[in-house]
Nanobody, 119 residues
Framework: QVQLEESGGDSVQPGGSLRLSCAST????????MGWYRQAPGKQRELVAT???????NYADSVKGRFTVSRDNAKNMVYLQMNSLKPEDTGVYYC?????????????WGQGTQVTVSS
């Protein structure tokens, strides 16, 4: 059974920084894509950033230049460095891992970690 476990969520003031981490319970299970999504109260879950096993990254426009996604393939972990945080970054951040299989993919989600940006 593969599970993803996030950590690092907290309450910070605007302009502050946080680093989220996500670990897979199985180091031997590789993900072609890993990344972060978030869900604000009353809104749909949205993509924040993704990274491939080859370190190709993709960011939502709203976080470009402020957030950096990275991964450690040996440890099967993904990170999200968040700088210059804004109140609109508040939400539950979910780790996502996608493993490609013939004809489709298997997708895994963490339980989420709360990020609150408020003065």
């Amino acid at each position: 059974q593969v599970q993803l476990e996030e950590s690092g969520g907290d309450s910070v003031q605007p302009g502050g920084s946080l680093r989220l981490s996500c670990a897979s319970t199985r180091i031997d299970f590789s993900f072609n894509f890993m990344g972060w999504y978030r869900q604000a109260p009353g809104k749909q879950r949205e993509l924040v950033a993704t990274i491939t096993s080859g370190d190709n990254t993709n960011y939502a426009d709203s976080v470009k230049g402020r957030f950096t996604v990275s991964r450690d393939n040996a440890k099967n972990m993904v990170y999200l460095q968040m700088n210059s945080l804004k109140p609109e970054d508040t939400g539950v951040y979910y780790c996502n891992g996608r493993h490609l299989i013939l004809g489709g993919s298997r997708e895994f989600w963490g339980q989420g970690t709360q990020v609150t940006v408020s003065s």
